[in-house]
């Protein structure tokens, strides 16, 4: 069995770099949409089953007992716990070359199965993400491919999961070109295409060819459009307020309960109290947006505001709290309430506006907050069309998204997504400096052929070297510690080299240079080349544990950078 897996694997290696995509997209698609389909199954078992305790007080204890098992799961059994999924997966592409742990491709998927049927406020999304994330990274290292295309194979598992689970091929692309590895290198769409077809074709032979959410024809009126505008103000304060929510919570829940047991029995408990007087609020939602789109859905104002609030309030604790899950689907759910409170809003102050109808403004309110929250304004638009089939509203969508999306990015700098890993520094996207520059190491540029000298050396002893030396730098060392102590440079004596009361005068010490900007081996190229900017200098010492290793020049590192954006930028 082992001799034909290595026999397998070598035929696999010596393919074409497309042939190898290609494969592995096949597999990871088929793999991906099985787990979208699992979850969706397993959360129809479980909700179904929990329901028919709805009524009870105990009910309240649902969210507390879900929550805090996910937590012991996940932290103490599995010991894959933390974050809630996409930004695990970004990170992965960013900072290890798309390498996931396997046990990442079914952790998030027990967990959100325990949270979202348990009551939580939360969405399937994000752990079907990781999982064929998760996947997608294994074949490839499994296959031992380069990194290049594990980087693309773990966003195609990404993007088949998405389209599996909402039946949507190209949002699950342009999701993960947008998002996942915000790239849209012609190397990446291949695997990417190839994973989220057979995804999606895999959801419809097990669970058939149905749009999530149907809707009524629209017929779109200037009227509708106009408003448009003003909805998309309304969408990127409730975008704003999401994000706001989600940092908040899990920095007040990580503050007052460090264990995390603790933290997610108090979390739970919040999210229980909420759901028992608003169920519309537990799970991922669906069934309002469902409402909202067929129009059926009928609430005072006044509730739809407390309904909004108390979503973004209950989705916040539950994944602060250690809940597993995403943001995707309570984005849908809030943005499509949203788009109802607007209309709700704007027929009261324009009664004799011809709108189309609060359908179309759910609809539309739900592109407008995954462009907000999630700085996707693309991935919102396709996937309202997919969906729903509603490209009938392609006008205010478009509008309403990318006007959203351009709203938010003034306030907030970074998605819910990005936040922290950019605050962390392991946001690296394709192409970019820091990226470029990430990829080269200090050792890489080190110089080392420059001879050393010693502070109490004459100038007439540095004549003989100077003509040895290829260089114009000359480190000074301790001659007892061999530390490090300043540089000459060529140019600041040249004046003394011919003349002999110089010469045999000064010596090392009267003109090396003490005060030197320095680098460690250790240190990001980024801020290496900020150095390099302020200081003006055009080579820098390196010293680690104050010992001398070598220079790095400007122009060997913008020569690194040349050649690594060569890489960066060639075909598969």
């Keep these: 069995m082992k001799s034909i897996n290595a026999r397998l694997r070598t035929i696999f290696i010596n393919r074409d770099s497309r042939f190898q995509s290609v494969i592995i997209g096949i597999l990871v698609g088929i793999c991906s949409g099985l787990a979208a389909v ?3 199954f397993g959360l129809e078992k479980f909700s179904r089953f929990l329901s028919r305790f709805e009524g009870n007080f105990y009910v309240v204890l649902f969210p507390l007992a879900g929550i805090t098992l996910t937590v012991f799961i996940l932290k103490y059994i599995i010991k894959d716990f933390g974050g809630h999924g996409v930004p695990e997966v970004i990170y992965s592409i960013s900072m290890k070359g798309g390498a996931i742990k ?12 325990i949270t979202i049927s348990s009551g939580g ?15 997608g990274s294994n074949i490839a290292g499994y296959f031992k491919t380069n ?10 598992g990404a993007a088949a999961a998405i389209a599996a689970i909402f039946n949507a091929p190209i949002t699950g692309i342009i999701f993960t070109l947008e998002v996942i590895l915000g790239d849209w290198a012609p190397q990446n769409m291949l695997p ?3 994973a989220s077809v057979t995804g999606t074709i895999v959801s419809r032979m097990l669970k058939g060819n149905q749009i999530p959410f149907k809707h009524r024809e629209f017929n779109v009126t200037l009227d509708d459009i106009f408003a448009a505008a003003g909805l998309a103000l309304v969408i990127a304060i409730i975008s704003l307020v999401f994000i706001r929510m989600l940092k908040l919570s899990a920095g007040v829940l990580e503050k007052y309960f460090k264990n995390a047991i603790g933290k997610a029995a108090v979390g739970g408990l919040l999210v ?17 947006v469902r409402r909202l789109l067929g129009g059926n859905f009928i609430v005072p104002i006044g509730m739809v505001i407390i309904l909004i609030l108390m979503k973004i309030f209950a989705t916040s604790v539950t994944l602060g709290a250690g809940g597993a899950g995403g943001v995707f689907a309570p984005s849908l759910f809030i943005g499509s309430v949203s788009g109802y409170f607007y209309f709700q809003l704007v027929t009261f102050i324009f009664p004799h506006a011809n709108f189309t109808g609060a359908p179309l403004f759910a609809l539309v309110g739900m592109a407008g907050m995954l462009s907000g929250a999630l700085y996707a304004p693309l991935s919102g638009i396709f996937l309202i069309i997919e969906i729903t089939g509603g490209y009938d509203s392609i006008l205010p969508l478009l509008l309403v998204s990318f006007l959203t999306y351009t709203i938010v990015k003034l306030v907030e700098r970074h998605s819910i997504y990005h936040h922290e890993l950019v605050q962390k520094g392991f946001l690296l996207r394709p192409r970019t400096d820091k990226r470029i520059l990430a990829e080269i190491q200090p050792a890489e540029l080190l110089e080392t052929d420059l001879i050393t000298i010693y502070p109490n050396m004459l100038l007439k002893d540095l004549v003989p070297i100077i003509e040895r030396s290829r260089r114009n730098y000359f480190p000074v060392e301790d001659p007892e510690t061999e530390n490090f102590l300043g540089l000459v440079y060529l140019n600041d004596i040249k004046s003394y ?16 240079h003490t005060d030197l900007p320095i680098v460690s081996l250790t240190a990001n190229m980024t801020d290496i080349l900020k150095i390099f900017d302020t200081t003006g200098a055009w080579s820098l010492p390196v010293v680690e544990g104050n010992k001398f290793f070598g220079l790095i020049s400007k122009a060997t590192l913008l020569d690194h950078y040349r050649k690594e954006l060569k890489v960066e930028t060639e075909d598969l």
Excluded: C, D, Q, W
């Design 272 to 288: 229980g109290t909420v759901t028992v007087f608003l169920p519309y609020v537990k799970g991922e939602g669906y069934e309002v």
């Design 102 to 113: 396997f046990r990442s491709s079914f952790s998030k998927l027990i967990g959100s199965m």
């Design 147 to 156: 990194e290049r295309i594990r980087v693309a194979v773990t966003g195609s």
């Design 497 to 512: 080299l011919f003349n002999p009361a110089l010469l045999n005068s000064i010596i090392v010490e009267e003109v090396m």
């Design 192 to 194: 990417v295409a190839i």
């Design 38 to 40: 699992g979850l969706n």
């Design 121 to 135: 406020s939360a969405g399937p999304e994000a752990p079907v993400v990781i999982s064929g994330a998760a996947i």
